[in-house]
């Protein structure tokens, strides 16, 4: 019983602040002989502490029949295992004073713990115990299943970026397997089997695979210790083959279109872009600011502010392994049909091609950049993701410490290539979400 | 080496957190500052908050249009111009709106405080709603309004408050074409007027915070003399609320998924029984964990999440549990929302599940005091609401005081079923 393993003192704390800013220095890091990574950064401004989990495993690990099955674990490593069983993992953590969530992306699936810092040991314990001795039943599949379907129609029904995003990157990748949605077709869904849930879990979950990040009110040599008391014994089976497939370049303009009872067209452009940690990202990621980040931007000071064409736009940059997408995004304003608003963008796009951008305005998303660095950066789960984030794609934390300095590196000319090479008519996706009366 | 698993390590539960004070400053003006000075970034947030929300409105929609039109222009400086300010040294400005207040909100690196600060101000002092700006606003609100309408959870929530306080009332009043077409710039302007620009105001400061912080924020919002006048509470008739309790179906025949809302008119943080329904709700709908969570969505899978809140405002509060469930699941997920509530109101709580919920809350709350904004906004609530200073200070020691038979009392008093408004969205 649960009331049996919990040995409750009371204690009084007070809230502290550290004063000072971490560096690289001030990260631990260590290997487990299996091949688990731990990265580990004291904070102690408060009396709780993270565990971040960054599993090497996504959509992009799928083929078509399993798609969704790296979400669907996202869900199913909290149905139980060896010592604790179905749900124990919330109770157990929740009893504790925890909390846990999860995320899955088109690459990784991270497993995010939160606790009191004496609930540290009862965290490893958990975690060692699902990755080991996962328990996939087929009663909590079939539950699980439906939970999944649920999702994925709260999703397409509350979100037409959804919609319309599904059908772009399909149709932008038509052999690389970032053309699968995160949370799978429908179809999928209802037909993996409990076969393919096995196979998927024994490929992927291997403690080669994974990084772990622990920052907060614990030490480095706690950390260590329970890692080799719980994580080590844990066997490797194996690193995972790797995404063999490489998506062609794209040569032509592909369009999409499809409809549901919206009032205004939504479009969405996708531009093929390099990997994250590729030489161009800082100037990307620059240029992704330059459009759309605040009323001053250019599409946002365009179509939103100075007319009233889109009613919102934003833009997103996918993270990736592999080369992914640039997206722009924007919702027309009234009247306004989605051929309109398209060559509005362009427009745009193409001026900022021909002319780039000044010092004065490339300073201006630098310190956008700065602002948003500090902020993620105030808090432990800002920096364990961050941390985890850049040790994963950029294949090293401390590049993360690096940012701001190759912010500040990127010229205009930098913009003003990146902006050529890769928004291009050739390497450009367009899609349409049409009202249905329009057809 | 073999590890026996089955025995987890002894851990401590925290009892209570002492949250960071806040220091409070007299401007020259007279205005009051609140510092909450730590953190290791160099970043601060300033907040001007005024008594400016809908409860202040004598038109509806006139408070948000008032505050959303500081940025369209001032007296020195066009839209763009203010947009391009705030944005050149990458600061965010925030205009944020509630039922009961206003704010102008910054984000900003320590260092550009003094930039910033003019801009704030006249913002606040100078803002001249423009034709243009005014007819872009109005666009945009429609805009975003007409694609939140498509969205069943959207409807479904407006919907529901509307049903609790009557569409009259502050917090029950939504967003409607109508209210939006039709509003006059000249009452955004009264109510700018009135309870913005000519009202005083509270200033709260978070963050990386020296005396040349302090000294700039003086320089600035602390010179403006404001009239004698100061914005009251005005007691207004929001109009009578209807008592049926008959739910609501709003069919969407081409929807999927059906949104569901129940709950109820309930109290403000003042309230005896405020902490002990904390409790009460996070067992039923408050956390992963919860009664609702375990059955409806792990148990019958019939949901991706479902939650229940106790909401507090200013002069009222209410209690809703709100989910997304597939049309054919409606009824079904109703009836054991139902039946859930009835076993929390005639079977106690077990004492292993009571802990865990206490524990849980627990450490939550430690959780939520990260950096100096999260200190800033409990300190906010205390401030606003006129909470003793030690209120969040008592909130752990409070949960855990919280027994099993309260718990029982507390959903028969406050959750009684034939008091609930039902509302769903999509169709049953």
């Not at chain 1, 695979?209 to 066997?235: C, K, S, W």
């Not at chain 1, 796009?349 to 950049?369: F, S, T």
């Not at chain 1, 701001?404 to 996706?429: M, S």
């Amino acid at each position: 019983m649960l009331k049996k393993l919990v040995i409750i003192c009371l204690f009084c704390i007070s809230y502290c602040a550290l004063q000072a800013q971490s560096s690289p220095e001030d990260v631990k890091t260590f290997t487990l002989p299996n091949g688990m990574k731990f990265l580990v950064l004291e904070d102690h401004s408060i009396p709780t502490a993270n565990m971040y989990l960054f599993w090497k495993v996504g959509a992009r690990n799928e083929v078509h029949g399993i798609t969704g099955l790296s979400h669907f674990f996202e869900h199913m490593m909290f149905n139980g295992a060896k010592t604790y069983g179905p749900k124990q993992f919330d109770r157990v953590m929740e009893a504790s004073g925890g909390s846990n969530n999860a995320y899955t992306t088109e690459n990784v699936t991270v497993y995010t713990d939160w606790f009191q810092k004496d609930a540290l040991e009862t965290i490893f314990k958990l975690e060692s115990d699902r990755i080991e001795n996962l328990s996939i039943d087929s009663a909590m599949v079939e539950s699980e299943r439906g939970v999944v379907l649920s999702e994925r129609s709260t999703g397409l029904e509350n979100s037409n970026y959804r919609v319309i995003s599904e059908l772009v990157k399909a149709t932008a990748f038509q052999e690389h397997p970032y053309m699968f949605p995160v949370i799978g077709f429908e179809s999928d869904i209802k037909s993996w089997t409990q076969q393919d849930l096995e196979n998927y879990f024994k490929t992927y979950y291997s403690p080669n695979n994974a990084t772990v990040v622990v920052v907060g009110d614990v030490t480095v040599e706690q950390v260590r210790q329970l890692a080799n008391q719980y994580m080590a014994p844990i066997p490797t089976r194996g690193m995972p083959p790797k995404v063999r497939t490489v998506e062609p370049p794209q040569n032509g303009e592909r369009r999409v279109v499809t409809y549901k009872d919206i009032t205004t067209p939504n479009i969405l452009l996708a531009y093929h872009t390099p990997e994250t940690g590729h030489e161009d990202y800082y100037a990307l990621d620059l240029l992704n600011n330059l459009l759309t980040s605040g009323n001053s931007s250019h599409l946002v000071k365009s179509l939103v502010m100075d007319t009233t064409l889109a009613s919102q736009g934003f833009r997103f940059m996918g993270d990736g392994f592999d080369p992914n997408l640039f997206y722009i995004y924007g919702i027309a304003g009234d009247g306004v049909s989605a051929e309109t608003l398209e060559k509005a963008i362009l427009a745009q796009i193409d001026a900022l091609i021909k002319n780039g951008v000044d010092e004065r305005e490339l300073q201006k998303v630098k310190n956008q950049k700065l602002m948003e660095f500090y902020r993620t950066m105030q808090t432990i789960n800002g920096k364990a993701n961050s941390l985890g984030t850049y040790e994963v794609f950029f294949g090293d934390y401390r590049r993360l410490y690096d940012a701001p300095k190759l912010y500040e590196e990127v010229t205009p000319d930098d913009i003003k290539r990146v902006a050529a090479r890769y928004f291009t008519a050739r390497n450009r996706t367009v899609g349409y979400l049409l009202p249905e009366k329009s057809e | 080496m073999s590890i026996d698993r089955t025995i987890a390590p002894p851990f401590r539960v925290i009892e209570r957190i002492h949250l960071p004070p806040v220091e409070t400053i007299t401007l020259k003006n007279g205005l009051p500052l609140h510092l909450v000075n730590s953190g290791e970034q160099p970043v601060v947030r300033l907040e001007c908050i005024f008594e400016a929300g809908a409860w202040y409105e004598t038109t509806p929609g006139a408070s948000y249009f008032a505050l959303k039109m500081l940025s369209e222009g001032t007296a020195s400086h066009t839209s763009a111009e203010i947009s391009e300010a705030f944005d050149r040294v990458g600061a965010f400005l925030e205009l944020s709106h509630t039922s009961d207040r206003a704010s102008v909100v910054v984000y900003c690196l320590s260092r550009f405080l003094p930039v910033v600060l003019p801009l704030v101000q006249e913002l606040i002092a100078e803002a001249t709603f423009p034709d243009k700006g005014w007819d872009d606003l109005r666009n945009i609100t429609l805009q975003n309004h007409r694609v939140n309408w498509e969205k069943n959870a959207y409807r479904a929530t407006g919907r529901f408050r509307e049903q609790l306080f009557g569409s009259g009332h502050p917090y029950g009043r939504t967003q409607t074409e109508e209210r939006i077409t039709t509003l006059e710039k000249e009452k955004a302007i009264e109510h700018y007027r009135a309870h913005i620009c000519n009202s005083r105001y509270r200033i709260l400061l978070a963050g990386k915070i020296g005396e040349d912080e302090i000294r700039a924020v003086d320089t600035t919002l602390g010179q403006r003399v404001f009239p004698d006048s100061n914005s009251e509470s005005v007691h207004l008739d929001f109009g009578a609320v209807s008592d049926s309790r008959e739910p609501v179906l709003i069919d969407r025949p081409d929807s999927i998924q059906s949104s569901i809302r129940l709950g109820k008119r309930l109290f403000t943080r003042h309230h005896p029984d405020y902490f002990k329904m904390l409790v009460t709700n996070e067992i039923l709908g408050g956390y992963f964990g919860s009664r609702l969570m375990k059955n409806i969505r792990e148990e019958k899978g019939l949901t991706y999440g479902i939650s229940s809140r106790v909401n507090t405002l200013w002069h009222e509060g209410y209690f809703m549990i709100g989910t997304d469930v597939k049309k054919e699941f409606t009824q079904q997920t109703l009836d054991e929302i139902r039946k859930e509530i009835e076993i929390l109101q005639t079977v106690p709580v077990g004492k292993e599940e009571l802990q865990t919920v206490k524990n849980f809350m627990a450490g939550e709350f430690a959780g939520s005091l990260n950096t100096a904004f999260d200190v800033a906004d409990r300190q906010k609530i205390l401030i606003l609401e006129d909470l003793p200073a030690d209120f969040f200070d008592r909130y752990i020691e409070q949960i855990h005081a919280t027994s099993a038979q309260e718990v029982m009392e507390l959903a028969q008093k406050h959750l009684a079923l034939d008091s609930l408004s039902e509302v769903v969205v999509g169709g049953k």
